[in-house]
């Protein structure tokens, strides 16, 4: 999301939850995932491409997705949300308040106020 996207063009780019993460997939990958544990490129899609697994990582259990290694890991906020949110307050020119925000994203003021402050770490 590199210009200013209007709520409008937010919403046609990213119409669902699965456009939300293969927007992030192809920014944070590009056409391959690679595990963020060890780096390996053999990986396996479980979940209908909602995690992945890795081949070579010693603990055979090592499972990621797009969130891992995030500011939106541990979230239960959907992908859909953060990008809105990372649009808005990319383009806000004086900021935006965590109640307005949460208001913009339909989550309550203490998670509107987190997901601020993640992305301002970020």
């Not at 590199?2 to 699965?18: A, G, N, T």
């Not at 396996?44 to 070579?56: P, R, T, V």
């Not at 290694?69 to 383009?91: D, F």
């Not at 601020?116 to 970020?122: D, G, P, S, V």
């Amino acid at each position: 999301m590199s210009k200013y996207l209007s709520i409008l063009e937010f919403y046609q780019k990213f119409p669902d939850e699965e456009a939300s993460r293969k927007y992030i997939a192809e920014q944070r990958w590009g056409s391959e995932p690679a595990c963020p544990r060890c780096g390996s490129m053999k990986v396996w899609e479980i979940k209908g491409g909602m995690q992945y697994k890795c081949g070579d990582c010693p603990a055979s259990k090592c499972r990621f997705s797009v969130r891992t290694g995030t500011i939106m890991e541990h979230s239960r906020v959907p992908l859909q949300k953060w990008l809105l949110a990372i649009n808005l307050m990319t383009t806000a020119l004086k900021g935006i308040s965590s109640d307005q925000f949460a208001k913009h994203l339909g989550v309550t003021q203490t998670t509107a106020w987190r997901m601020e402050h993640r992305i301002r770490k970020a």
